[in-house]
């Protein structure tokens, strides 16, 4: 066997082990909803959380599809655009890496007080023009985060 294919048998077994070790994944960015920040065909490593902060970019599953999206709002949370400003318990928070949202919208379009409930999370892709995320199949289980997003690798 050739020094190159030992070589690259010992890289295998070592990221095979470092993913092991520290529960780590890796997941393709499947179209161009996170643009900028992430681009169609990108290669991420996530790493399997349970706790998720805002702005996190995670991996979840919603109807056994993974999707890969920002954390927006948290459980207790009131989210709000207007004028395509993010208000949360309406406080302004600024938001450098989204594009635009072609309409207001608030948590009261996905539930009844407007209030996101106890383990739930809304999740917007960075580019809001052209998202699938939870203005459109809604809030998302924490249950069904699969990771969190650590680095873009290719």
Do not use: W
């Amino acid at each position: 066997m050739s020094s190159k294919v030992i070589s690259l048998i010992k890289i295998c077994i070592f990221i095979l082990f470092i993913a092991i070790i520290f529960s780590i994944g890796f997941a393709k960015v499947n179209g161009d909803s996170m643009n900028p920040t992430l681009n169609n065909n990108d290669v991420i490593i996530y790493k399997k959380v349970k706790n998720v902060q805002r702005f996190d970019i995670i991996i979840f599953k919603v109807n056994n599809e993974l999707f890969i999206k920002r954390v927006i709002g948290l459980s207790g949370d009131k989210i709000e655009y207007i004028n395509n400003t993010l208000f949360v318990n309406d406080k302004v928070i600024d938001e450098n890496f989204q594009k635009s949202i072609t309409k207001d919208f608030t948590t009261m379009d996905i539930t009844s007080d407007g209030t996101i409930p106890q383990n739930k999370l809304l999740v917007l892709g960075d580019n809001r023009l052209f998202s699938h995320d939870s203005r459109d199949f809604g809030l998302i289980d924490i249950s069904n985060v699969v990771g969190k997003m650590i680095i873009k690798v290719a």
